[in-house]
């Protein structure tokens, strides 16, 4: 018998609502969480999507979490707002911050959003897509717990705050640039221990100040920035961008809602929206666009490639898929959610 079972994406999102449904959380935030966790299934990040709901659930079954959050939002500029997402569920504050971005792109052309008090809110290129749909740019920054060691430091002070880019195209999908600003991200380290494996050289050091291989050693150590030195200065601009500038907790303050036991969390999101049709008419910039990933799509492939691909690309083909057959899920997750209170998944896995 596989170790997955396949099922419609329809289905777990029902599932995942009526789990945080029957935890108290009003319907329309149930089903924004759900479309966030789901959606990023659909892209195969399956580490950001349906996997995080018994952490989301057991956090807001110990009041570590709001489930009626008092959301609120403050202007200073026609174009910005600062949402305080009130100790709330990170998807649902994120969906409502690229929500509002967009309100305000489609009046003015711009749109940019601050959340603070937020939680962790599964893959950040989930909300940045909802720009490209939109005929939008949208970025997404996040911060997070402190496992990520600065250029040249032992211990951690950042996250492996994550960043997401989505520019729209025309007859091809949009580009989407979705990664966590570490070498690795802490649920693939945690999933590679679930499952026996060791993960890449160069994600991690151990608690001795070493390069590790060993998930273990990597979770009770440091996780390193991708790319040296450039790739710190960018994790520590996610800090900026998402903790200094939001009003959240940043400079090794988050916790993780994971698992604290201390506090809010204190994740904080930066959402920044624009029209392309602001600088040139859409249809040629979507024009554009094409030409630019069919030049890249025509270059002759590395060894070791069969083509090459874009930002993006591969998760739209993952989706297309997964839309059409299921989405695969361990069938010990199923049951796990089953016994959350998952109501339409398979009960006999």
Known sequence: MSD??????KTVEGAIGEVLRRRGVPEAD????ACGLVGANLRGVDTHGLSCLPDYAKALDEKRLKATPAMTVERRLPWAATLDADNGLGPVAATRAMELALESADRLGVGAVAVRRSNHFGAA?????????RGCVGIVTANASSVCAPFGAA?????TNP??????????PAF????ATSEGSR?????????????PSGWALGPDGRP??????ALDGVMLPFGGVKGAGVTLLMDILSGVLTGAEFGGRVLSVMTNQERESGNGHFVLAFKVSAFMPDEEFRARMDEEIARLKALPPAAGFDEVMYPGEREWRIEAERSAKGIPLPRSLVKEVVALGGEGLPAEV
């Open 4 to 9: 997955t079972v396949l099922v419609a994406a």
């Open 30 to 33: 149930a089903r924004a969480a």
């Open 125 to 133: 290129g989930v909300y940045a897509a909802m720009a490209a749909e």
């Open 155 to 159: 211990v951690p002070l950042l996250g």
């Open 163 to 172: 960043l997401a880019v989505a520019v729209p195209a025309g007859r091809y």
């Open 176 to 179: 989407v640039l979705d990664m």
């Open 187 to 199: 649920k693939k380290v945690r999933k590679a221990l679930a499952e026996g494996k060791t993960i």
């Open 212 to 217: 590790t291989t060993d998930p273990q050693a």
